[in-house]
């Protein structure tokens, strides 16, 4: 008996050492999304015991939008507090916009919500992608290119997808990357994964030549010359010029195809049904779990770039959309600027390690609040100034967080909301 008492106590004991599951019935299968829902409700109730909104964390906030890279290159020249809307140029116009698209897409996800609660089912559409562009890219960011009246006609509106007429798209590998393309991303490009609805790559090489790899031959002189040197490391074989997006013609079938993708997933994870005699279907995985859904999507969106401008945001708008419709947190996109660069597999990876990292860092946040003692500027609230950061920023971050406000209460104001009641509207 006393075997049994003791053994019964360790089950017990052990029992009480496991974590609580408390995520949704559905994301039960689903280990990594189970655990990442699991840590995100836990850090959202810990960090409102101290009055904060785990949303607006810079380390949470700021990474949804900026590449990490890019903000740490920001504090390295900021040491003393860095303004995130510094970042990216006309500055903080450029930060202000991306805030109201963000508000903006979490006005289309309640009409959603409100449109599936009254049995019309989610519908993601070009068009309401379109609407949301035309809000967050509108108002004066247009490049210098589309304000010269010989060409404008080149480039889509905000608000309007790449058609046939229009400039095709894509980036040029040196000043987007700031050096060539391995000989895996030139392989990779060369042979996309993602295809078309006839089975042709969506990235495509248009102007990428490989540059000769001198190293090789001039190995023997390196330690002599410094020209020599210099060769060596200047040209490594990597590739240099440009790389394409989707050609304009097939955007706007592949965008159709793309949101049939997209509604298709919300069908089948709701019904577990899937659809049959559709051969846009064709290429659709249906044992994809739901954060490798929201990559492939993303990473599909991507490839294809309808817009002319803002495509890395729309793509995340999206990502957080599907993730809302899971319950989950949004995505930390500043973590992943690998997508066109990289397979499926790894990219996938990628997504799952960034919300784990997410999660990781805002812990680590959360006990510098719970000890009381001083909190780093990147764990606090990104639009309240902090003690050890400079007059000029404390004064740049109060500006700012009053035009933001401001923005969002006009917004709210001159909404017209469809589904949604206008108090709903006034709680987003």
Not at 273 to 300: C, E, I, M
Request: charged letters at 30%; proline letters at 4%; hydrophobic letters at 35%.
């Amino acid at each position: 008996m006393r075997r049994i008492s003791i053994f019964s106590f360790s089950l017990i004991f052990c029992f009480m050492l496991q974590p609580l599951q408390a995520c949704d019935n559905f994301l039960k299968k689903y280990k990594t999304e189970c655990n990442i829902q699991n840590r995100y409700l836990k850090l959202k109730a810990g960090f409102a015991k101290h009055g904060v909104d785990v949303d607006f964390i810079t380390e949470f906030r700021a990474i949804r939008f900026i590449a990490r890279r890019d903000m740490k290159r920001t504090i390295e020249k900021k040491p003393g507090g860095f303004l995130t809307w510094d970042i990216y140029d006309p500055a903080p116009k450029t930060w202000l916009k991306w805030e109201e698209g963000n508000f903006h897409r979490s006005i289309v996800s309640a009409e959603m919500q409100c449109l599936s609660d009254k049995g019309k089912g989610w519908k993601f559409s070009t068009a309401s992608l379109g609407k949301l562009h035309k809000k967050t890219i509108g108002g004066g960011l247009a490049g210098p290119m589309e304000k010269i009246p010989l060409v404008e006609k080149l480039f889509p509106r905000p608000g309007e997808v790449r058609r046939r007429g229009h400039a095709n798209s894509g980036f040029m590998v040196q000043k987007w990357m700031k050096r060539p393309l391995t000989k895996e991303e030139y392989n990779l490009i060369k042979n996309f994964e993602l295809k078309d609805k006839d089975g042709n790559p969506l990235v495509r090489t248009t102007m990428l030549f490989r540059q000769p790899n001198l190293k090789k031959y001039l190995n023997r002189f390196t330690e002599k010359s410094k020209v020599a040197a210099y060769l060596s490391k200047k040209f490594k074989g990597g590739a240099v010029g440009q790389v394409g997006y989707l050609r304009s013609k097939q955007v706007p079938y592949e965008m159709a195809r793309l949101f049939k993708h997209i509604n298709e997933a919300i069908r089948f994870y709701k019904t577990g049904k899937k659809t049959r005699g559709d051969s846009d279907f064709n290429d659709f995985d249906y044992k994809r779990n739901p954060l490798q859904l929201v990559a492939d999507l993303q990473r599909r969106y991507i490839a294809i770039h309808p817009f002319h401008e803002g495509n890395g945001r729309m793509s995340r708008f999206i990502q957080d959309m599907l993730l809302g419709l899971f319950n989950l947190p949004a995505s930390p996109a500043g973590d992943l600027q690998s997508d066109v660069l990289t397979t499926n597999a790894v990219y996938r990876k990628e997504t799952a390690e960034a919300f784990k990292l997410a999660m990781t860092n805002l812990e680590t946040c959360l006990k510098q609040y719970d000890k009381g003692g001083k909190v780093e500027p990147r764990c606090t609230h990104m639009y309240e100034a902090h003690s050890s950061e400079s007059d000029s920023i404390k004064a740049g971050k109060a500006k700012f967080y009053k035009s933001f406000k401001d923005s969002i209460a006009s917004i709210k104001s001159s909404e017209k909301p469809g589904c949604i009641s206008r108090e709903k509207l006034k709680n987003l």
